[in-house]
């Protein structure tokens, strides 16, 4: 069983930058992809940046582009989403996710593609 761990949360204003981090433990030779969810107050989960594991593809929601970084520490099995230029909308909790199965993408920022969960960090900007 996969173990996913959040830290770096916070609260900071509009322009401003965050790194959150996801440990991993458990099972995680078997991982084979990871990303970064965001679920705003009153809205549904949603996928902001994947990573293939060994970090050589990654994919971002729109949103994220140009701004968000994700990144993997292979060494210390952790995977960082670097945030910056923070606006009010990107306030909410930020999940950590792993699957140990491939489907039908290596690459996806849809719910179904990932069964392990970490319990989220707050984010949260301020105008």
């Known amino acids: 069983q996969v173990q996913l761990v959040e830290s770096g949360g916070g609260s900071v204003q509009a322009g401003g930058s965050l790194r959150l981090s996801c440990a991993a433990s458990?099972?995680?030779?078997?991982?084979?992809?990871m990303a970064w969810f965001h679920q705003a107050p009153g809205k549904g989960r949603e996928g902001v940046a994947a990573i293939l594991p060994g970090g050589g593809r990654t994919d971002y929601v729109d949103s994220a582009k140009g701004r968000f970084t994700i990144s993997q520490d292979n060494a210390k099995m952790t995977v960082y989403l670097q945030m910056n230029n923070l606006k009010p909308e990107d306030t909410g909790m930020y999940y950590c996710?792993?699957?140990?199965?491939?489907?039908?993408?290596?690459?996806?920022?849809?719910?179904?593609?990932?069964?392990?969960w970490g319990q989220g960090t707050q984010v949260t900007i301020s105008s």
């Open positions: 458990g099972g995680t030779d078997s991982i084979t992809r």
């Open positions: 996710a792993a699957a140990n199965f491939y489907g039908s993408h290596d690459l996806a920022l849809g719910l179904t593609f990932y069964n392990y």
